[in-house]
């Protein structure tokens, strides 16, 4: 049974800081990995996609990679600001239908 | 293009009584999946159709159900609530199902939050 962990829960960076979020999972045979973004109470946005063959994808300010030998994806976002606040949350999609394993998010407070 | 949309945004019920929540996902996409959301739990999958078929199920009881019609709009039902379906309901469109060397992008709606009382 896939296990997605990230790491911490919660993290408080000053602005202009740059941010490394972390997520981990348990079973590397997998399609993809997507990191979203969630604002309190609202919908999921999908930030970055990466195929299972790729080992990073980059969408201006942010990089994700990927290593799936050791089950590891790292979203980075550089020089954050007060907008970058929110949940962020990795999610792998395994072979055979379209079912998303989610990790458990960390949520990001950048302090002006 | 528009995006997914969820129809209702909030719904109060109380124990024992049943719901039907709506998703209409983006033009041209046809496989439609649903999320639970709960602070307890996370996000959990609940079932994804393609083509009007359920293809995949996670593990929830047989109070929760759904369909999907021909134009790839979904519903989803819940029968007699229970305080602890309290959640916010997410659904997510994508074009194809998981396939194609995963390069499907799932998209998600604002979701529907349900209070049970």
């Known amino acids: 049974k896939q296990e997605v962990t990230q790491i911490p829960a919660a993290l408080s960076v000053p602005e202009g800081e740059n941010l490394v979020l972390n997520c981990s999972f348990t079973d590397s045979a997998i399609y993809n990995l997507q990191w979203f973004r969630q604002d309190p109470g609202k919908g999921l946005t999908s930030l970055l996609l990466?195929?299972?063959?790729?080992r990073e994808q980059t969408s201006g300010r942010l990089n994700a990679s990927l290593d799936k030998s050791s089950g590891r994806s790292t979203l980075y976002i550089a020089a954050s600001q007060p907008g970058d606040s929110a949940t962020y949350l990795c999610?792998?999609?395994?072979?055979?239908?379209?079912?998303?394993?989610f990790g458990g998010g960390t949520r990001v407070l950048v302090k002006p | 293009k528009a995006g997914v949309t969820q129809t209702p945004r909030y719904l109060i019920k109380t124990r024992g009584q049943q719901v039907t929540l709506s998703c209409s996902p983006i033009s041209g996409h046809r496989s439609v999946s649903w999320y639970q959301q709960t602070p307890g739990q996370g996000l959990q999958f609940l079932f994804e159709?393609?083509?009007?078929?359920?293809?995949n199920k996670g593990n929830f009881p047989g109070r929760f159900s759904g369909r999907q019609f021909s134009n790839s709009r979904s519903e989803m039902n819940v029968s007699t609530l229970e305080l602890g379906d309290s959640a916010l309901y997410l659904c997510a469109s994508s074009l194809h199902p998981g396939t194609s060397g995963g390069q499907e992008t799932q998209y998600f709606g604002p979701g529907t939050r349900l209070l049970v009382l």
């Open positions: 999610a792998v999609l395994k072979a055979a239908g379209n079912k998303l394993t």
């Open positions: 159709y393609f083509s009007e078929t359920q293809r």
């Open positions: 990466i195929q299972s063959s790729q």
